[in-house]
Every structure is written in structure tokens, then in C-alpha cells.
Nanobody, 128 residues
Framework: EVQLVESGGGLVQPGGSLRLSCAAS????????VGWFRQAPGKEREAVSC????????YYADSVKGRFIISTDNGKNTVHLQMNSLKPEDTAVYYC?????????????????????WGQGTQVTVSS
């Protein structure tokens, strides 16, 4: 059974940092496309970042480029999202997600409908 469990959310001041972690079970993260989405109150869920080791591709939304870094720890079967220089507009529930690699696609998908597995979400609040 595939499971994704996020941790690391919380309250942080603008300009601060947080690292989100997503512990995966039932599959190997380096064999899947993995990603992070977020949803703020009253807004649609949006892709933040995704990674596919098979494709050798990484995606970042324009709003987080240069501030967020996605990584995988194969030994711990975990996906991380390092978030730096956080802004109030980064406030949202962050979701870890995964899907089997699609060999017909050029990289990791940025459409949430392409993902099969989701974590429960972790709240990130950026406020002074």
C-alpha cells in the first residue's frame, strides 16, 4: 500500500525557512515522479515543484524559483522541500504527491490530475 506522510510545516516569519519532509512507503521515490502542491484558502491547488529521477527533470513554479529546493533521500525513501526566503503568499497547505513515471512524457507532471497518491497535507503559515 502506497502511503505519503508529510511533516515539517508550521509558523514562520517572513524571510525565514522551513523544510518539509514526505516519508514514502509502498514504493521507491526514485522510481516515481514526486512533487509538492499547495492550496491557499479560496484558491485552487497549484504545483510548487516536482522531480523525476528517471527523466532527470525538475520543475519549480515561477513564484518559488530560486527559493525552494526539492530533493529525495533514497536511503530514507523521503522527499524534501527546502523553503527559503518565505513570503506571506507562501501560506498554504502543502501536499506531497507521487505517480508512476510516465515514459511518454518529457518530465514530471505539473497537473495534479496526473498524480495518483497524496499525503494528508501540512500547514505552512508565513506571518509576522
Amino acid at each position: 500500500e502506497v502511503q505519503l506522510v508529510e511533516s515539517g510545516g508550521g509558523l514562520v516569519q517572513p524571510g525565514g525557512s522551513l523544510r518539509l519532509s514526505c516519508a514514502a512507503s509502498g514504493f521507491t521515490v526514485d522510481d516515481y515522479a514526486v512533487g509538492w502542491f499547495r492550496q491557499a484558502p479560496g484558491k485552487e491547488r497549484e504545483a510548487v515543484s516536482c522531480f523525476s529521477r528517471w527523466h532527470g527533470s525538475t520543475y519549480y513554479a515561477d513564484s518559488v524559483k530560486g527559493r525552494f529546493i526539492i530533493s529525495t533521500d533514497n536511503g530514507k525513501n523521503t522527499v524534501h522541500l527546502q523553503m527559503n526566503s518565505l513570503k506571506p503568499e507562501d501560506t498554504a497547505v502543502y501536499y506531497c504527491t507521487a505517480a508512476p513515471v510516465s515514459y511518454s512524457q518529457p518530465g514530471c507532471p505539473v497537473n495534479d490530475r496526473s498524480y495518483d497518491y497524496w499525503g494528508q497535507g501540512t500547514q505552512v503559515t508565513v506571518s509576522s
